[in-house]
Nanobody, 124 residues
Framework: VQLVESGGRLVHTGDSLRLSCVASGFAFSDHAMSWIRQSPDKGLQWVSAIDNGGGKTSYADSVKGRFTVSRDNAKSTLYLQMNGLEPEDTAVYYC??????????????????YGRGTQVTVSS
């Protein structure tokens, strides 16, 4: 399993950003995926999840209404569109792979297997 995240950079409050994650080494369209993030003061946090087909999504309350997860199975790529960014969104963002196609109750119970991450910094 290889996951390569990209798209992170320094932005200002209120800006938008789209993260990408290119996956390889497994049958991407058969697996649920998620985005997680890590900041020094909050540790690892789950952000969003999507089922293998892209028809089901779920979000942490802190990003609901601002972030949108999507996937392109033909390109083995996962996306996270982030709008209305806030300084509290500053973190390293990782995409994560799971063995199943979706999650019981729609939320993963662990952080899965994740890549090296991409840094998102939101200045106030």
């Amino acid at each position: 399993v290889q996951l390569v995240e990209s798209g992170g950079r320094l932005v200002h409050t209120g800006d938008s950003l789209r993260l990408s994650c290119v996956a390889s080494g497994f049958a991407f369209s058969d697996h649920a995926m998620s985005w997680i993030r890590q900041s020094p003061d909050k540790g690892l946090q789950w952000v969003s999840a999507i089922d293998n087909g892209g028809g089901k999504t779920s979000y942490a309350d802190s990003v609901k209404g601002r972030f949108t997860v999507s996937r392109d199975n033909a390109k083995s790529t996962l996306y996270l569109q982030m709008n209305g960014l806030e300084p509290e969104d500053t973190a390293v963002y990782y995409c994560a792979h799971y063995s199943g196609r979706w999650f019981h109750d729609g939320v993963p119970t662990d952080f899965g297997d994740y890549g090296r991450g991409t840094q998102v910094t939101v200045s106030s």
